[in-house]
Nanobody, 114 residues
Framework: QVRLVESGGGLVQPGGSLRLSCAVS????????MGWYRQAPGKEREMVAS???????GYVDSVKGRFTISRDNAKKTVYLQMDSLKPEDTAVYYC????????WGQGTQVTVSS
């Protein structure tokens, strides 16, 4: 059984940094896409950053230059390094892996506030 477990969220001041982790348990064959999404109160879920095997990474314009997505295959973990955080980055962040099945984590809260 495949599980995605996010961690690393919390409260941080504007300009601060956080690193989110998504630990994957179980076996996933033929990964098409890995990504981090976020959903703020009253807003739709949006994709923040993604890795497509063989094609590289992508970011929503609002986080370009501030967020970095990466993966460690040996640890079966996907990361999201978030720097220069802004209050508008406040949201629940979700890890997603798209294979033959769409896998989601439970989410981790990120709050950027002074």
């Amino acid at each position: 059984q495949v599980r995605l477990v996010e961690s690393g969220g919390g409260l941080v001041q504007p300009g601060g940094s956080l690193r989110l982790s998504c630990a994957v348990s179980g076996i996933i064959l033929s990964i098409n896409h890995m990504g981090w999404y976020r959903q703020a109160p009253g807003k739709e879920r949006e994709m923040v950053a993604s890795i497509t095997p063989g094609r590289g990474t992508g970011y929503v314009d609002s986080v370009k230059g501030r967020f970095t997505i990466s993966r460690d295959n040996a640890k079966k973990t996907v990361y999201l390094q978030m720097d220069s955080l802004k209050p508008e980055d406040t949201a629940v962040y979700y890890c997603n892996i798209l294979s033959h099945t769409d896998y989601w984590g439970q989410g981790t809260q990120v709050t950027v506030s002074s």
